[in-house]
């Protein structure tokens, strides 16, 4: 068998068998006293990172038992996902502002 059909004969399988894209790495922006976006719909082991586009205010991104450190401009955090669900969070010292993580399978 030639190689070219080998190898799309390989990714035929794959597709098949649902083989999942590689892990992603998404991006929120703080910005106007906001998350953007808002709700942010991602597979399970994505990654998240928040920025903080504010020009002089300190932000922190608080989900149920964890803070992130206070963000100055231009600073960002985050984490991988690896479970599925939804998970609210806000904004530590501005329980204003609201967003919301939803994991798929």
Avoid at 28 to 55: C, H, Y
Wanted: hydrophobic content about 40%; proline content about 6%.
């Amino acid at each position: 068998m030639a190689a070219g059909r080998r190898a799309l004969l390989g990714a035929t399988v794959l597709v098949a068998l649902g083989a999942r894209a590689a892990p992603r790495v998404h991006e929120v922006s703080i910005r106007d006293m906001r998350f953007d976006p808002a709700e942010l719909r991602i597979q399970l082991g994505d990654s998240v990172r928040w920025t903080n586009r504010e020009k002089r205010t300190s932000h922190s991104v608080l989900f149920a038992g964890l803070e992130s450190e206070r963000l100055l401009p231009d600073e960002s955090w985050g984490g991988r996902f690896d479970t599925a669900g939804r998970f609210p969070y806000g904004g530590g010292p501005h329980p204003e502002m609201q967003g919301t993580v939803i994991v798929e399978t």
